[in-house]
């Protein structure tokens, strides 16, 4: 359902936000057969020695021959952090869109924006034939397409980008933390935090609601739990 006359946009990353202490990949790469590769991948880009584009390579290759359908069963076992549904409901009951602004596959983007009912998500392609994915990508997508996606699904709705919020956790999320008028480092490593206005630590998604009120005026931001 889409929201009229919004007051902002609320943006959620996805892993380690959503997806908490790992990422979808890593998830997904456990039935691809390629895990231990793609950790490395990933502890190589969290550190600044492999880019995005070179990670998504490397796990976008141990996608090929697997049907879209397989990869859409795998996600209904990705672990997701409790509380999505309750704060997704709070920011469109107080006037913000929620939105995914994520790195993570499209096939997982909208898997989640479909269960949980955010507005619209982002992410890199990977490249499909006759339903099965070949082992290629198909567009490339990094933090700073991350960022440009969030102020364009703003701009779209009339917004200015400090109407806007952005919840996340890592190196990804920096760009956009420096566009936005509030930035939530959840469970964040500690480049995030640094670069947040405030940080929060919990196992409950709507542990951000609090933060995410400022944006709205509103005096009773709890819901329950």
């Not at 630590?201 to 009773?220: H, M, Y």
Request: aromatic letters at 8%; a negative charge.
């Amino acid at each position: 359902m889409l929201l009229t006359d919004p007051t902002g946009v609320a943006f959620f990353d996805v892993d380690g936000t959503l997806v908490p202490a790992t990422s979808s990949s890593a998830h997904l790469s456990g039935f691809l057969g390629h895990r231990d590769v793609l950790v490395r991948a990933e502890e190589g880009y969290a550190q600044g020695i492999l880019d995005n584009r070179e990670v998504s390579e490397i796990d976008a290759a141990g996608w090929a021959g697997v049907s879209e359908g397989e990869v859409l069963g795998w996600l209904d076992e990705l672990p997701v952090v409790v509380g999505i549904t309750e704060t997704v409901t709070w920011c469109r009951r107080s006037g913000l869109v929620p939105v995914l602004a994520t790195l993570a596959w499209s096939p997982v983007g909208g898997y989640l924006a479909d269960r949980f009912g955010f507005q619209a998500f982002c992410g890199p392609r990977l490249e499909v034939s006759d339903g099965r994915y070949t082992g290629r990508v198909a567009r490339h997508f990094d933090e700073y397409d991350k960022r440009d996606f969030a102020l364009a699904q703003a701009r779209r709705l009339g917004l200015r980008s400090s109407s806007c919020a952005a919840v996340g956790d890592s190196r990804s999320d920096l760009p956009l933390f420096a566009c936005v008028g509030l930035s939530v480092a959840f469970n964040a490593s500690s480049t995030a935090r640094a670069a947040a206005t405030v940080t929060v630590d919990d196992d409950d998604l709507r542990s951000v609601i609090p933060a995410l009120s400022r944006l709205t005026g509103r005096s009773d931001p709890e819901v329950a739990r």
